[in-house]
């Protein structure tokens, strides 16, 4: 048997390392994704006081700093037993939407758009961000300034932009005052015609990548996200609903507390990254996918205006269908930016997000705690058991991009069979297998809760167990 | 009679003080900087944290200035290169004995030691850390003592035992293996001497003793006027 490994996967957040196996006549007949660094966060962490949960998991990422605080924190009121002020609860909802505008415009604009906008044969020296800002100025500027906006967001409500210390067990530290609420309000307009031009100009180009889509991670699965209690697009409250691949509602109204019962995670040798999968259909037939792409899937509609006429474009890439593809996930991740930002409109409409009341106060009522919420790559879920004098006993967190594990390496398979047929590895053809895990957007420093940048690796392996060619960046 | 008055120079400046100051005290009247942990006005001095070291003329060692009286013609130097490498390496010491991790700590931002290692311009910590496995003790219903951010300066142990009158607060074993214990080493929750006045939480100088409840940040050490409050009790009011 042959193996290919590419390593290290550029473009992601974390590192990487990709080997792909060749049989007896040339075709890859394994994929394997995989995660090479461990951080140990869970292990580490137990022993502490949980009020310090939010802002030690907030350090798992620097990209999403927030979304791990509020999944904390959900789990921290729940040691608290305590319902949290509506003010607060409104504020945080606030600074994940902030927190998805910023990460998703990061993961569109900046990582995925040097393959979208200039091809995956571009020169690799200038197939980056700079090789966009040179080829279309406008384009660059408008998603720095999306991310702007998103981190400004959080900076406004939170204090700072990276790893803020707001949202405490019990709601968030400090009320919103009506200068930060007026300045994220004024910016507002001009974000959403901005948003609902790149949508546009990116759905009329979607003709130019149908290779992509139906040949990056195109496959059936099931999808996980939660939705409210009308089944709408929630990324903090609701209950989790899992769909198949035609789009049938297979599990409906599911408590993110039991996530035991129907979420297992298998563990393989040759990886760091858990899989987690559906437990009634087992593992690995219980693959699922989360993220924007399942998100836009699983729920009956957006609830707002714009968001929801173009997800009803977005559907029809697949009449009546979930839409299978993940390349659709950098179209699905455009229509939650817009969704966010109409609905930071109206929750800083309502005039009770300024109430100064924002935190309830109580000690350890109960002794575990599990929080989730939808982190811009997926489902969170934060999971914790205290002692009786509140300190962490146990830890268990499961990110997006672990749900998405069986996922993504299906999907690098589906790829690596479309793209190689020989025992060399070509740049175009590297690049196309990297632009596949970056649909999924993962973050690998989270996921495996590991650290680093961005190394990727290839090996491309014979039937005979020899490395034929490895790329490495 | 009359206290006598000693006249020295400090930095090359000449200043006086009582017989029976110390260098620290007549430093801080004239408005020189000395580093201190240990030391807190209204406590009696440890001298162990060593961060007070000046050098006095005619000596080769180095002395504490929190516990070193003035004399007669001292000649004191506060700063100078060898004093400020004996000050970083011995901050730098603290930070890799426990674990401090400013960033997630309840007094991140307004923390003693954090604000001397900016002070004396430390931005890396030379010594391999140990990475103790140290507990935290949350027994108590108000308070939590983190023994990983514990630079044992003892001002807990002082203010209990001279200022509350509870000495709830003590140390076991020696050396690096040193710990603060509340009564013969009991949680301190099952403490039957603590009063629960909290003295102790405010003197320390790091995030080691806080408030439960708080988060990152959100404990701010109140002064506590230690001085005032000693002399009322020796006055017996």
């Known amino acids: 048997m042959q193996k290919i490994t590419i390593a290290p996967v550029t473009r992601i957040e974390g590192h990487a390392r990709i080997s792909l196996f060749l049989d007896d006549n040339g075709t890859v007949s394994d994929a394997r994704f995989q995660v090479t660094q461990i951080r140990g966060f869970e292990r580490f962490v137990t022993g502490r006081p949980f009020f310090e949960m939010p802002a030690l998991t907030a350090r798992i990422c620097g990209i999403c700093p927030v979304s791990h605080q509020l999944a904390s924190a959900k789990a921290c009121d729940q040691l608290l037993a305590v319902t949290i002020p509506a003010a607060a609860v409104r504020l945080r909802s606030l600074l994940n939407f902030g927190q998805l505008v910023q990460s998703h415009a990061l993961s569109f604009f900046y990582l995925s758009a040097p393959d979208l906008l200039l091809g995956m044969d571009h020169p690799v020296a200038t197939r980056n961000f700079f090789g966009v800002a040179e080829n279309d100025p406008q384009f660059a500027r408008d998603g720095i300034e999306l991310r702007r906006f998103g981190q400004q967001v959080i900076e406004r409500l939170a204090g700072r932009r990276i790893h803020p210390a707001w949202v405490v067990p019990g709601g968030v530290s400090a009320p919103l005052k009506s200068a930060a609420r007026d300045e994220i309000l004024n910016e507002l307009p001009a974000m959403q015609t901005l948003m609902r031009n790149h949508l546009k100009r990116f759905r009329e180009s979607l003709g130019r990548h149908q290779e992509y889509a139906d040949n990056f991670g195109c496959f059936p699965s099931l999808f996980l996200s939660l939705v409210d209690n009308l089944g709408r697009l929630e990324h903090y409250h609701g209950t989790i609903r899992i769909i198949d691949a035609h789009g049938s509602t297979i599990a409906d109204n599911l408590a993110p507390a039991s996530y035991e019962e129907y979420i297992g995670e298998a563990i393989e040798p040759w990886t760091y990254l858990k899989f987690p999968y559906y437990r009634p259909q087992g593992y690995p037939e219980g693959m699922y996918r989360v993220g924007p792409l399942a998100r836009l899937n699983v729920c009956g509609c957006c609830g707002t205006r714009y968001a929801d006429l173009e997800l009803n474009r977005f559907r029809q890439l697949a009449t009546g269908r979930p839409v299978l593809s993940s390349f659709h996930a950098h179209y699905a991740r455009l229509i939650e930016i817009l969704y966010a930002l109409e609905m930071m409109e109206q929750l800083l409409a309502d005039p009770s997000v300024l109430d100064p009341h924002v935190r309830a106060v109580a000690g350890v009522n109960a002794f575990e705690g599990i929080g989730a919420i939808e982190a811009p790559r997926g489902t969170l879920i934060h999971h914790y058991r205290v002692d009786a004098d509140g300190l962490i006993e146990q830890v268990n967190l499961i990110i997006a991009t672990g749900h998405n594990n069986l996922a993504m390496n299906r999907a690098i398979l589906q790829a690596a069979r479309r793209y190689i047929s020989q025992d060399r590895l070509e740049e175009g053809i590297l690049n196309r297998i990297e632009a596949v895990i970056r649909t999924f957007d993962p973050c690998l420093s989270c996921s495996t809760h590991a650290v680093g940048s961005m190394p990727f690796v290839i090996e491309l392996m014979g039937p005979d167990g020899r490395c034929l060619d490895r790329v490495r960046r | ?237």
């Open chain 2, 1 to 237: 009679m009359t206290t006598p008055i000693l006249t020295l120079t400090i930095d090359g400046k000449e200043v006086s003080g009582l017989a029976g100051e110390t260098i620290l005290q007549v430093a801080r009247e004239n408005g020189f900087f000395i580093p201190t942990l240990c030391w807190l006005d209204g406590l009696t001095s440890a001298g162990s944290c060593r961060l007070c070291m000046v050098e006095i003329k005619g000596s080769a060692a180095l002395h504490p200035a929190c516990i070193t009286l003035i004399q007669e013609g001292m000649a004191v130097t506060t700063s100078s290169e060898r004093l400020l490498r004996y000050r970083r390496a011995i901050i730098e010491l603290l930070f890799s004995e426990r674990n401090h991790v400013c960033a997630v700590c309840v007094v991140n931002g307004h923390c003693e030691l954090q604000t001397l290692a900016q002070q004396l311009g430390i931005d890396h910590i030379s010594f391999p850390g140990l990475y103790p496995d140290l507990p935290v003790d949350a027994s108590h219903p108000r308070f939590v003592i983190d023994h990983n951010r514990c630079i044992l300066c003892t001002r807990c142990v002082r203010v209990c035992g001279e200022i509350e009158g509870a000495h709830t607060w003590d140390v076991k074993n020696r050396g690096v293996r040193s710990q603060i214990v509340a009564d013969f080493d009991t949680p301190w929750g099952d403490s039957t001497t603590c009063t629960g006045c909290g003295k102790c939480v405010h003197v320390c100088p790091t995030g080691a003793l806080f408030e439960k409840g708080k988060s990152v940040a959100e404990m701010f050490k109140k002064p506590l006027g230690l001085p005032y409050l000693k002399a009322i009790r020796d006055l017996g009011v």
